[in-house]
């Protein structure tokens, strides 16, 4: 019997990451004003994974920062799925569900830069 590998519903590459975010509540105006700090396990220009010491609760929308070099990208984001990783920190998806598109473009830019260097 022949084991099925399964798809990757991505419909974008991701780059895989090390990137540091912070997020905050959406409401929040003050920029100086974070919940938390998580590192980047992968993104694209529909979302990314995190990793973090803390869970960010499932379905709550936060507002995501993310360095990519000399950029910083911000998006409002919607966590879709949470894991607990073997080392005790937690793995959470977040699809994008603002974002300018100027920050989209540096997203897809980096990403193709990356794919060339690897």
């Given at each position: 019997m022949q084991d099925k590998i399964p798809q990757d519903r991505r419909v974008a590459p991701r780059s895989a990451a090390g990137f540091l975010i912070s997020y905050t509540d959406v409401a929040e105006t003050d920029p100086n004003r974070i919940l938390g700090i998580a590192v980047?396990?992968?993104?694209?220009?529909?979302?990314?994974?995190?990793?973090?010491?803390?869970?960010?609760?499932?379905?709550?929308?936060?507002?995501?920062?993310?360095?990519l070099g000399d950029d910083l990208v911000d998006a409002v984001g919607k966590v879709v799925h949470v894991e607990r990783a073997l080392n005790g920190t937690f793995e959470m998806g977040v699809e994008f569900i603002e974002i300018y598109a100027r920050h989209i473009e540096t997203i897809k830019k980096h990403v193709a830069d990356r794919s060339e260097i690897g």
């Open positions: 980047s396990i992968d993104l694209n220009e529909f979302g990314l994974k995190l990793q973090s010491t803390e869970p960010i609760p499932l379905g709550e929308k936060y507002r995501f920062s993310v360095a």
